[in-house]
């Protein structure tokens, strides 16, 4: 659909987004943690030993013991710093660099990360509650790079975001735009695209997740909708 650049727009409460920089560096980390031990097993290990297995979660299934690395319920969270390719843990990740410090800038450090968790979380059993017999694995960031999105649109939708459309045009779009169009196709394609292997449900869920929780973690005095801008 599109490929976000860049946003014109300041951090005004904290000199840098030290936990943005840092959630980055752990998914990075983790990608290549793997990426050493061999991608192909070591990668299917780590999705079965951290991912999220609604089965497991929901104690229809267990896990073999080899297998079993944290807590069925610490999954929640740890599915969400594993990525599949490289293309996998790219595209969340610069979702995350364009929009997280903003968010960051909006709710502090600390809130700020647990912003990230629950939203992680949210999307994680948003997936396990809508397929709770599957014994397919979850990973990756984006249902907490969702509700990353989300609380940029509602904090900042008269921002313009340069997004490159159709992947060779760079345009510069009102967030409302084009963030709300991207949560609006997350939505549709939950309703439609039943059989695809992207998890739309994980979207949705730190999407609802996100959208809530910046109202409530916001700074006290940090406007919603751009107001007093």
């Given amino acids: 659909m599109f490929i976000p650049l860049h946003d014109h727009n300041p951090l005004r409460h904290v000199l840098r987004p030290y936990v943005t920089w840092g959630l980055i560096f752990a998914n990075v980390l983790a990608f290549v943690v793997l990426q050493g031990a061999g991608l192909g097993e070591a990668v299917e290990a780590g999705a079965f030993s951290f991912g999220l297995i609604p089965s497991v979660l929901f104690d229809i299934r267990d896990l ?10 610490a999954t929640l969270v740890t599915y969400s710093f594993l990525h ?11 979702f995350l660099w364009v929009f997280g410090d903003n968010v ?30 599957s014994d397919m694995p979850l990973i990756g960031a984006s249902g907490a790079v969702s509700g990353i999105v989300a609380a940029y649109v509602m904090l900042h939708p008269r ?22 169009a991207w949560i ?4 549709f394609n939950l309703v439609t695209d039943g059989d695809s292997q992207v998890a739309w449900s994980a979207h949705v ?10 109202m409530a973690l916001r700074r ?3 406007p919603l909708f751009d107001k007093g801008l």
């Fill in 104 to 133: 960051e800038d909006a709710l502090g450090h600390v809130k700020f990360l647990l912003f990230y968790l629950l939203s992680a979380a949210a999307g994680g059993l948003a997936y396990a509650l809508l397929a709770p017999n």
């Fill in 184 to 187: 609006g196709l997350q939505f």
């Fill in 220 to 222: 006290r005095g940090v």
């Fill in 205 to 214: 869920g730190g999407i609802v997740a996100g959208a809530a929780l910046v």
């Fill in 64 to 73: 073999s013991p080899e297998l079993i690395a944290v807590p069925e319920q």
């Fill in 84 to 94: 599949g390719d490289i293309w996998h843990l790219g595209g969340n990740m610069l």
């Fill in 159 to 180: 921002v313009r975001v340069w997004v490159l459309v159709l992947g060779r045009i760079p345009l510069p779009i009102p967030a409302l735009w084009a963030l709300g």
